[in-house]
């Protein structure tokens, strides 16, 4: 949900550089009456699905934004709707703001925030108060408002061990869990990431299709973090993230797979997922919504039932893949359509991609 869109901050590996949305006044296009009324209309909505605002600014970087990150969170609290809420922020959360998510969730609609914090500095994070981002972790759990640490990008900057102990030693004693994710690298990035990463300059590497690049330092040093943090949940995977959160099963066909095993995650939540019975699903469910999205040519199906999975002819919007996919707790695959610009992930089948580096200032 994107209803101001444009951020004042210059974070050197952000995707919305090449869309002129960095070092921008942020630019409201729809109110938050408006952007209510917009969200209920929506084929995409559905009662599970987890709304993220904002994520074409930050919500709390200017005071304009948090007026309208208010009146929204009032607004969503009045129209009946409980959908789970998530906000992704770098800048300090003010007591208004904190106000406005605390009548949201009185209101039933759990609101999550993502504290993005991963130990770069101000030369990669222009415009970044760390030491106010690093603040908000005690100041949210002290309102009781589930903190997610949102541990991105990991890339050579942040990538020695000293100061991934300093943001997780930090992190792990606020945070109901960490989601680690390594650079993302989206179709027509790659000339802006190798500022960041000179390595990303080889042309063989396959970085678009890779769910993240990874360096080959914090990639094996994952490995080892349960031992120092065994009561912190660390995840590569969002959705699993926002399942123990929220104290759902897995509904990403994640648990029991590889990437289930690369998440260091609860004993009960992994019961949670193990002993989940999911929604039946046919054929013509799939197809239907499909149509119910607006596709405007449904192509030719294959369902398979065991595996849960539904095997589309024709090429797809990686939006109505996933909305799909997220709808019936399936896997969707299907050819990405041409000029589609978002990044590729583990829920399309991604995988991540392992990089010997060199370390670079951060």
């Known amino acids: 949900m994107n209803?101001?869109?444009?951020?004042?901050?210059d974070c050197g590996y952000c995707?919305?550089?090449?869309?002129?949305?960095?070092?921008?006044?942020?630019?409201?296009?729809?109110?938050?009456?408006?952007?209510?009324?917009?969200?209920?209309?929506?084929?995409?909505?559905?009662?599970?699905?987890?709304?993220?605002?904002?994520?074409?600014?930050?919500?709390?970087?200017?005071?304009?934004?948090?007026?309208?990150?208010?009146?929204?969170?009032?607004?969503?609290?009045?129209?009946?709707?409980?959908?789970?809420?998530?906000?992704?922020?770098?800048c300090s959360v003010t007591d208004d703001v904190i106000a406005a998510i605390l009548r949201a969730r009185q209101a039933g609609i759990p609101v999550i925030v993502y504290l993005s914090y991963s130990g770069l500095g101000p030369d990669t994070e222009r415009g970044i108060d760390h030491a106010a981002l690093r603040a908000n972790f005690p100041r949210l759990?002290?309102?009781?408002?589930?903190?997610?640490?949102?541990?991105?990008?990991?890339?050579?900057?942040?990538?020695?061990?000293?100061?991934?102990?300093?943001?997780?030693?930090?992190?792990a004693r606020y945070a109901a869990c960490s989601v680690a994710v390594g650079l993302k690298v989206k179709p027509g990035a790659r000339d802006q990431l190798t500022a960041l990463w000179p390595e990303l300059a080889d042309d063989t590497l396959p970085l678009e299709a890779a769910d993240a690049v990874w360096p080959?330092?914090?990639?094996?040093?994952?490995?080892?973090?349960?031992?120092?943090?065994?009561?912190?949940?660390?995840?590569?995977?969002?959705?699993?993230?926002?399942?123990h959160v929220l104290g759902r099963p897995d509904s990403h066909l994640v648990h029991g797979t590889s990437t289930c095993t690369d998440n260091h995650c609860p004993g009960d939540q992994r019961h949670l997922c193990a002993a989940a019975s999911p929604p039946p699903v046919t054929h013509d469910d799939i197809q239907q919504h499909l149509v119910w999205l607006g596709v405007p040519t449904v192509h030719p199906i294959h369902w398979e039932s065991e595996r849960r999975t539904a095997t589309v002819e024709g090429a797809l919007a990686l939006r109505d893949c996933n909305n799909s996919a997220q709808r019936f707790g399936i896997g969707v695959q299907a050819p990405r359509q041409t000029g589609d610009t978002y990044w590729s992930g583990r829920f399309g089948g991604s995988q991540p991609l392992v990089l010997d580096t060199r370390h670079t200032s951060g």
């Open 3 to 9: 209803p101001v869109q444009g951020c004042p901050k």
């Open 216 to 243: 080959r330092e914090t990639w094996e040093l994952l490995e080892t973090l349960p031992s120092r943090y065994p009561d912190h949940p660390i995840y590569q995977t969002n959705s699993c993230a926002l399942t």
């Open 141 to 171: 759990h002290a309102h009781g408002i589930p903190v997610i640490h949102y541990w991105r990008p990991l890339m050579p900057a942040n990538s020695a061990p000293e100061t991934i102990t300093h943001v997780l030693d930090w992190a």
């Open 15 to 90: 995707y919305l550089k090449d869309r002129g949305q960095t070092l921008a006044k942020p630019v409201e296009l729809a109110s938050p009456e408006r952007t209510v009324a917009l969200l209920k209309a929506s084929p995409y909505l559905h009662e599970r699905a987890v709304l993220a605002l904002y994520t074409c600014t930050d919500a709390l970087a200017t005071p304009r934004n948090r007026t309208h990150l208010i009146g929204l969170l009032d607004h969503l609290a009045a129209s009946g709707l409980h959908n789970p809420v998530c906000l992704i922020t770098k």
